[in-house]
């Protein structure tokens, strides 16, 4: 495996800005596997977390330290070591927390995958990032993992293990791996990196996004502050465990950091987490605006008793002004819109904040040094209030990708700005405002859709001469993906289901399937000949409302 080479692997602060964060008490030289212990000490009979299915499972911190501690000890013995990569594909269980502080407390990187991820995600994962071990269900959601890690396996050549929750198969059972710890690791230190997740991007896969013990504890302090989170919050992670909302804003993380509880809810829907809300005492959780909506529409015929729940965080997608007054109503609690990125920059509205910004807007920063510019098209700032692109830099906003030096020239500008792709306008009270996205990117509910990833599997299909991929608007997802698809001359007749089942047929993530396709004879395009996906959006867009 490759060694990891620090700020060249992934661009670090300034020295001159890492001091000025350390000295306003942003970085504090706290690790996590070291947040843990001292939870741990402080309450060590308090729940920490809590896995609902098949049977109630329990936790306390002192519980969840020890199982970190056995884990990691296991772990090491099998040659798992500090900055190796780890990738890891689990669904809301209980250890899916369990193996992340195992991996903390040895300095090993987690490399979060989501649920929905298949063997094309999965296989690049494991090999940009060099990974050793990938740690999955038996069976989630009547998928089989086993086969699927046996196929990455042959992809992968550093993959020295895989690790399975439940049967193993030809693998290795999880719950086989821990051990007696001998003597503690040395562990990270608080500027190394913690973890890596995946960006949204604009194109093919995911990119690779290095955040730091320090920096993302950073962001859950000021998260728990704004949010009120304390030893009596119980926070329902509905949403997949390893994505950036409900894993730090202020999410699991930021509930243990508090010392609450967390409660791991299996699946989304209201009438699995309306038992958990009642049964569970659930006093927070967060949704994407999708999920938002489908609660506000069963709460009215709930029999389950919701009068616990104080707060719901919407975030991961632009939340529509209307949807966002129906929820306080239905649901009897406040409403808090997040606007984030896995990146860094996370701004709320905030509890004192009055019913028309909360509706209105998309929040404020979590930092005072959050710094904000909106730019036209030549990065010259906007007049205040007038949208234009959002570019950032701050204590807990990445300087770079992993690994993805040309990517950064592009993304980042030369002063470390982060160029987020967000058009935002700002209201004189310091709040933004979200326009949509400057590029091409699908926001799907909150899940983002590359359109060249989808593309380039439609190509291959030997009917398809050519095909765009594009946004179309959407009330109840934000929008929609639409596969405009030039036919090959001669080709059999096409039909849409044919180029869905293709898509889906080459394993990848449900929700990047196209949910519609048009067969077309040309593309508009723009003045120098390129395929213009504005004009295909305009003409679709014109076509919906016919």
Same mark, same amino acid.
Not at 216 to 239: K, M
Not at 430 to 437: A, E, I
């Given at each position: 495996?490759?060694?990891?080479?620090?700020?060249?692997?992934?661009?670090?602060?300034?020295?001159?800005?890492?001091?000025?964060?350390?000295?306003?008490? *942003?970085?504090?030289?706290?690790?996590?596997?070291?947040?843990?212990?001292?939870?741990?000490?402080? #309450?060590?009979?308090?729940?920490?977390?809590?896995?609902?299915?098949?049977?109630?499972?329990?936790? /306390? *911190?002192?519980?969840?330290?020890?199982?970190?501690?056995?884990?990691?000890?296991?772990?090491?013995?099998?040659?798992?070591?500090?900055?190796?990569?780890?990738?890891? @594909?689990?669904?809301?269980?209980?250890?899916?927390?369990?193996?992340?502080?195992?991996?903390?407390?040895?300095?090993?990187?987690?490399?979060?995958?989501?649920?929905?991820?298949?063997?094309?995600? $999965?296989?690049?994962?494991?090999?940009?990032?060099?990974?050793?071990?990938?740690?999955?269900?038996?069976? #989630?959601?009547?998928?089989?993992?086993?086969?699927?890690?046996?196929?990455?396996?042959?992809?992968?050549?550093?993959?020295? #293990?895989?690790?399975?929750?439940?049967?193993?198969?030809?693998?290795?059972?999880?719950?086989?791996?821990?051990?007696?710890?001998?003597?503690?690791?040395?562990?990270?230190?608080?500027?190394?990196?913690?973890?890596?997740?995946?960006?949204?991007?604009?194109?093919?896969?995911?990119?690779? !996004?290095?955040?730091? #013990?320090?920096?993302?504890? *950073?962001?859950?302090?000021?998260?728990?502050? !704004?949010?009120?989170?304390?030893?009596?919050?119980?926070?329902?992670?509905?949403?997949?465990?390893?994505?950036?909302?409900?894993?730090?804003?202020?999410?699991?993380?930021?509930?243990?950091?508090?010392?609450?509880?967390?409660?791991?809810?299996? =699946?989304?829907? %209201?009438?699995?987490?309306?038992?958990?809300?009642?049964?569970?005492?659930?006093?927070?959780?967060?949704?994407?605006? %999708?999920?938002?909506?489908?609660?506000?529409?069963?709460?009215?015929?709930?029999?389950?008793?919701?009068?616990?729940?104080?707060?719901?965080?919407?975030?991961?997608?632009?939340?529509?002004?209307?949807?966002?007054? =129906?929820?306080?109503?239905?649901?009897?609690?406040?409403?808090?819109?997040?606007?984030?990125?896995?990146?860094?920059?996370?701004?709320?509205?905030?509890?004192?904040?009055?019913?028309?910004?909360?509706?209105?807007?998309?929040?404020?920063?979590?930092?005072?040094?959050?710094? !904000?510019?909106?730019?036209?098209?030549?990065?010259?700032?906007?007049?205040?209030?007038?949208?234009?692109?959002?570019?950032?830099?701050?204590?807990?906003?990445?300087?770079?990708?992993?690994?993805? @030096?040309?990517?950064?020239?592009?993304?980042?500008?030369?002063?470390?700005? *982060?160029?987020?792709?967000?058009?935002?306008?700002?209201?004189?009270?310091?709040?933004?405002?979200?326009?949509?996205?400057?590029?091409?990117? $699908?926001?799907?509910?909150?899940?983002? !859709?590359?359109?060249?990833?989808?593309?380039?599997? $439609?190509?291959?299909?030997?009917?398809?001469?050519?095909?765009?991929?594009?946004?179309?608007?959407?009330?109840?997802?934000?929008?929609?993906?639409?596969?405009?698809?030039?036919?090959?001359?001669?080709?059999?007749?096409?039909? %849409?289901?044919? $180029?869905?089942?293709?898509?889906?047929?080459?394993?990848?993530?449900?929700?990047?399937?196209?949910?519609?396709?048009?067969?077309?004879?040309?593309? %508009?395009? /723009?003045?120098?000949?390129?395929?213009?996906?504005?004009?295909?959006?305009?003409?679709?867009?014109?076509?919906?409302?016919?």
């Amino acid at each position: 495996m490759a060694a990891l080479t620090p700020g060249v692997d992934a661009p670090t602060w300034p020295a001159e800005f890492a001091e000025r964060y350390r000295a306003a008490g *942003y970085w504090r030289g706290e690790t996590f596997g070291g947040m843990l212990r001292e939870r741990a000490a402080a #309450h060590p009979d308090r729940v920490a977390l809590v896995d609902p299915a098949p049977e109630r499972r329990t936790w /306390t *911190y002192r519980q969840l330290d020890e199982r970190a501690d056995r884990l990691a000890a296991g772990f090491a013995a099998r040659g798992i070591g500090k900055g190796d990569r780890v990738v890891l @594909h689990l669904p809301n269980v209980g250890e899916f927390v369990e193996v992340v502080f195992a991996l903390f407390r040895i300095g090993a990187l987690p490399v979060y995958a989501l649920p929905a991820h298949r063997e094309t995600e $999965i296989s690049y994962f494991c090999s940009f990032t060099e990974a050793v071990a990938y740690v999955i269900p038996d069976r #989630h959601a009547g998928f089989d993992h086993r086969d699927l890690a046996s196929a990455v396996a042959r992809k992968a050549p550093s993959l020295r #293990h895989v690790f399975v929750v439940g049967e193993p198969g030809e693998h290795t059972a999880l719950r086989e791996v821990a051990r007696a710890p001998e003597e503690p690791p040395a562990g990270p230190r608080a500027h190394e990196l913690a973890f890596l997740q995946l960006s949204g991007g604009t194109t093919g896969v995911p990119k690779l !996004i290095p955040r730091t #013990h320090d920096d993302y504890l *950073y962001s859950l302090r000021g998260s728990n502050e !704004i949010c009120g989170v304390g030893p009596g919050t119980r926070f329902l992670v509905v949403l997949p465990a390893a994505h950036n909302f409900p894993m730090s804003s202020p999410g699991w993380l930021g509930t243990l950091l508090a010392g609450g509880r967390v409660v791991m809810c299996p =699946r989304p829907d %209201p009438s699995t987490a309306f038992p958990l809300v009642a049964r569970e005492g659930i006093t927070m959780t967060g949704l994407v605006p %999708p999920l938002a909506l489908v609660w506000t529409q069963a709460a009215a015929a709930a029999r389950e008793d919701l009068s616990h729940l104080e707060l719901v965080l919407v975030g991961g997608a632009k939340y529509s002004e209307e949807a966002a007054r =129906r929820l306080r109503p239905a649901l009897g609690c406040r409403l808090m819109q997040v606007f984030g990125m896995a990146e860094g920059l996370v701004n709320y509205t905030r509890l004192d904040d009055d019913e028309e910004t909360v509706v209105t807007t998309q929040g404020r920063p979590i930092s005072p040094d959050d710094e !904000i510019r909106i730019v036209d098209d030549d990065d010259r700032d906007v007049p205040e209030g007038e949208f234009g692109h959002l570019l950032t830099r701050g204590p807990y906003t990445i300087r770079g990708y992993w690994r993805a @030096h040309k990517h950064n020239a592009r993304s980042f500008t030369p002063d470390g700005f *982060y160029r987020t792709g967000d058009l935002v306008r700002r209201t004189p009270g310091g709040h933004l405002v979200v326009g949509g996205r400057a590029k091409d990117q $699908i926001n799907r509910g909150g899940e983002k !859709i590359a359109p060249e990833e989808v593309e380039n599997i $439609i190509l291959a299909h030997p009917g398809v001469h050519d095909v765009s991929v594009v946004a179309v608007p959407d009330t109840y997802l934000g929008e929609r993906s639409l596969a405009y698809v030039i036919p090959r001359e001669g080709a059999a007749p096409l039909r %849409p289901a044919q $180029i869905r089942r293709f898509v889906r047929e080459r394993g990848i993530a449900a929700y990047k399937v196209p949910d519609l396709v048009e067969f077309v004879t040309a593309f %508009p395009q /723009t003045g120098i000949g390129k395929v213009s996906k504005k004009g295909l959006r305009s003409v679709a867009t014109a076509a919906d409302q016919q």
